[in-house]
């Protein structure tokens, strides 16, 4: 199985693959869900009529056009879902119980 070329960049395969986005998200971020290198969606994005940069936050229509370029099911997340994801059971437990931990102590003044 090859990994398909746009404009003569090689991408990896979305087969169908369905992946989370945030709206509002960059080129970089899409390529740390994929594996693939920023430089290389900025040139397809090139090649696709698009001028953006790697750190640019690029529209919802955008990541479905580069998603669809590479047989990959974009779905957008909202802010809202993505604030409720922060504590979900993902979230490493440590870092909940050193919150938790932490003594308030309000600050008394002379």
């Known amino acids: 199985m090859q990994a398909p070329s746009v404009g003569g960049v090689m991408l990896p395969r979305g087969n169908g693959e369905a992946i989370r986005l945030s709206r509002g998200a960059s080129l970089t971020d899409f390529a740390e869900k994929i594996g693939a ?21 690029v529209s919802d229509e955008t990541l479905q056009l580069l998603g669809d370029e590479m047989n990959y099911q974009v779905q957008i997340v909202s802010p809202e879902e993505r604030t409720a994801s922060c504590w979900s059971p993902s979230t490493s437990s440590s870092a909940r119980t050193r919150a938790a931990k932490r003594p308030w102590s309000p600050v008394r003044r002379s």
């Open 37 to 57: 290198n920023p430089a290389s969606l900025v040139a397809v994005m090139m090649n696709l009529g698009e001028m953006v940069t790697a750190t640019q936050s």
